[in-house]
């Protein structure tokens, strides 16, 4: 490739090959085998083109990679990912928990279901976890809600009561949460909400 564009520089080259695909270590081999003579520049040419996992794992899914390919090509790139870490990259990296779950099967086929899921809920966590952290930042019940609600539209008045109410919030800051989150709730359904998470 140095051949044909004598103008490539080492970080360009190593730019090049991680956009066309190929791994850490063959680009390490292909940048010693076209420069020998530049090992102490070679670490920040591969940082340069190979940023980190979360970095990549974004850069494929903006490429349409599939999550069933992108998590094999991660740990072809970072051999010293794991389930978790991976789980977490691609997480960061923007893919939907299916397409996670397809990638880590794919770099992994003899994951136990257990070891899978427990990467996914550690990669994306669930209502009650969020509301745990929250809880934990200080957060009141309002912002507490009102986070939720955003990061997960599709839960009900109940199911918003119910993280809450798990997370350790008392009934009153979650009945405040949830007038915050939802103003057209009514007062029936509100104290529905109430008594189904903290009966």
Request: contains cysteine; proline residues 8%; aromatic residues 6%.
């Amino acid at each position: 490739m140095a051949h044909a564009f004598p103008a490539l520089t080492l970080d360009t080259l190593a730019s090049a090959m991680a956009g066309g695909g190929y791994a850490m270590a063959d680009t390490s081999k292909g940048l010693l085998a076209v420069w020998p003579q530049t090992s102490p520049h070679l670490a920040a040419a591969l940082a340069q083109a190979y940023p980190d996992p979360v970095q990549m794992a974004s850069r494929l899914r903006a490429q349409g990679v599939a999550g069933v390919d992108c998590g094999p090509q991660l740990v072809h790139a970072f051999p010293a990912l794991t389930l978790d870490t991976l789980a977490s990259a691609m997480a960061g990296g923007g893919y939907a928990v299916a397409d996670t779950s397809k990638g880590l099967l794919a770099a992994w086929p003899q994951t136990p279901p257990q070891a899978l899921a427990e990467a996914l809920i550690q990669a994306y966590p669930g209502p009650v976890q969020t509301a745990r952290a929250l809880r934990a930042q200080g957060a009141t019940g309002a912002a507490c809600a009102i986070a939720l609600h955003k990061a997960f539209p599709e839960l009900l008045a109940k199911d918003l009561a119910a993280a809450m109410a798990q997370a350790g919030y008392p009934a009153e800051d979650t009945g405040a949460g949830l007038k915050a989150a939802l103003p057209g709730l009514s007062p029936l359904d509100l104290s529905t909400a109430l008594v189904s998470a903290y009966h």
